[in-house]
């Protein structure tokens, strides 16, 4: 399958391996899941940085709320209304297991502590609800946006089975 992506009239040039172009790490079938994968990578790295805030630096609680939803799940959730659709539980999952190191950090919970119960708790959204009311916003912002004629939707990607 050759893919071309267009912006306007011109062509961009497209890696076949992995391109980041946009911040968005996209291969050549346009699965996005080399994406996922390193930004729920630097959603770690970043949730490290965090938990050596509370320890080191005696971050509160309500600070470390506050900095996993703006900082962290920020990263963890870039692009993430691209690859998201209803019923990708895989993708959910992996989600989910970032969203919960989140709770246990927040409240100092032990790893056996069931996410539903910790989430409520903390006060943070469960991934599927998080992702879909992402992807709703973005849809939402879409329909709104003028059509082509108009000046909007520049950006199209058109696939070829070769």
């Not at 939402?140 to 909007?152: E, F, H, K, N």
Request: with cysteine.
């Amino acid at each position: 399958m050759n893919v071309q992506v267009w912006v306007g009239n011109h062509e961009v040039s497209y890696n076949k391996e992995v391109t980041r172009w946009l911040g968005v790490w996209q291969d050549a079938m346009l699965t996005l899941n080399d994406h996922m994968k390193r930004t729920l990578a630097k959603a770690r790295k970043a949730q490290n940085r965090v938990r050596f805030l509370m320890t080191k630096k005696g971050l509160s609680s309500e600070g470390c709320k506050r900095i996993q939803v703006a900082a962290v799940q920020a990263v963890a959730l870039y692009g993430s209304k691209l690859w998201w659709r209803h019923g990708q539980d895989n993708q959910a999952q992996q989600v989910q297991k970032s969203l919960n190191e989140q709770g246990r950090r927040v409240t100092g919970c032990f790893r056996t502590t069931p996410p539903g119960g910790l989430m409520n708790d903390v006060g943070l959204q469960l991934a599927k609800a998080l992702l879909n009311n992402r992807l709703r916003r973005y849809k939402l912002r879409q329909m709104m946006m003028p059509d082509a004629q108009g000046g909007g939707r520049m950006l199209e990607v058109r696939r070829y089975v070769i």
